[in-house]
Nanobody, 115 residues
């Protein structure tokens, strides 16, 4: 069954941290570049971070130095460690393949940064 399940979101104060997880099934996970995306209210979905099958990473300028993407191929899981969170990081976070073909989008996990 093809499925993406994101978890780990929540409400956090500015400057706080969260670790998101995404379990992927129905894909040859180890050979696919994976990515985290986010969508804020009223905005388009945007790319946040990517990780290649070999572990090379890239980040959007807005999160560089604060977020870290990683993967565990044995667990078919990709992670996003988010530190020094800002109110503008508030969004629903999704994972998926970095490139086409992408899997059906999961439900995402809500991250809210507010005091």
């Amino acid at each position: 069954q093809v499925q993406l399940v994101e978890s780990g979101g929540g409400l956090v104060q500015p400057g706080g941290s969260l670790r998101l997880s995404c379990v992927a099934s129905g894909t040859v996970f180890s050979i696919r570049a994976m990515a985290w995306y986010r969508q804020a209210p009223g905005k388009q979905r945007e790319l946040v971070a990517t990780i290649s099958s070999a572990g090379s990473t890239m980040y959007a300028e807005s999160v560089k130095g604060r977020f870290t993407i990683s993967r565990d191929n044995a667990k078919h899981t990709v992670y996003l460690q988010m530190n020094s969170l800002k109110p503008e990081d508030t969004a629903v976070y999704y994972c998926n393949h970095r490139n086409s073909p992408q899997l059906p989008w999961g439900q995402g996990t809500q991250v809210t940064v507010s005091s």
